[in-house]
């Protein structure tokens, strides 16, 4: 199972951050993706800083995904295609389709915004409802995260419409129990996720406690 991790801090006022996130994905190849989180998109134009950081981040071995929001397609087409269109010009590998919708009914501005990430050659795409979408997803050909929530759901939860493969994020977990949401992540045969400490509105932004031991103080 691969990690899902965002990440929201700027590679300039937090470079130690960038800097471990880089080292851990070189020493462990094809373990780790990043979720590159510029407020909801990469902003107007191109930030240099923001392309040498993820320049670094893929030689060492690290998937990234742009971050997309998709506000549970309320958001207009025309802005969702512009945020595809900026990544395009970063060294990301895809996208990550945050509040996707997953009612079937709705369907249209996900399928819009995975064939423009194709069409950019952004070819490895992320859905993420946060719960088992509508079966016509499936045909969308992206990876699907079907649980996006706090541990004390994600320990009852009874994994309806999940498949092996699929991500799980899981937040809030007490520090006793990573080790125990890590396995029951494994037996539910989740193919990638997060789990980690920290709770909303940070869930998954801050480093989890098992990166954060190993990031350098900030020089």
């Known amino acids: 199972m691969t990690t899902l991790l965002r990440l929201e801090a700027h590679p300039l006022t937090a470079r130690h951050v960038w800097d ?13 993706t990043v979720v590159v989180s510029v407020a909801g998109g990469p902003g107007n134009g191109r930030d240099p800083s923001y392309t040498a950081a993820t320049a670094r981040l893929r030689a060492a071995g690290v998937r990234l995904l742009g971050y997309v929001d998709l506000g549970f397609a309320t958001r207009p087409v025309s802005r969702i295609l512009a945020d595809v ?12 389709l945050d509040r996707a919708p997953a009612s079937p009914f709705s369907i249209g501005p996900a399928a819009v915004a995975i064939g423009a990430a194709r069409r950019a050659d952004l070819r490895d795409t992320v859905l993420n409802p946060g719960m088992p979408p509508d079966p016509s997803y499936r045909a969308l050909g992206a990876e699907i995260c079907v ?24 937040h809030s977990v007490p ?22 400490d920290h709770a909303p509105p940070r869930a998954y932004t801050d480093l989890p406690a098992w990166l954060a031991a190993v990031t350098p103080l900030p020089v």
């Open 20 to 32: 471990a996130v880089t080292e851990y994905g070189a020493a462990h190849p094809d373990t780790l």
């Open 85 to 96: 269109d900026r990544w395009a010009g970063y060294p990301v590998h895809g996208v990550f």
């Open 147 to 170: 649980f996006d929530g706090p541990w004390e759901r994600y320990a009852r939860w009874d994994g309806a419409g999940a498949e092996p493969g699929d991500g799980h994020l899981v």
């Open 175 to 196: 520090p006793g129990e990573l080790d125990n949401a890590w396995l029951l992540q494994a037996t539910r045969s989740a193919g990638f996720g997060m789990v980690t």
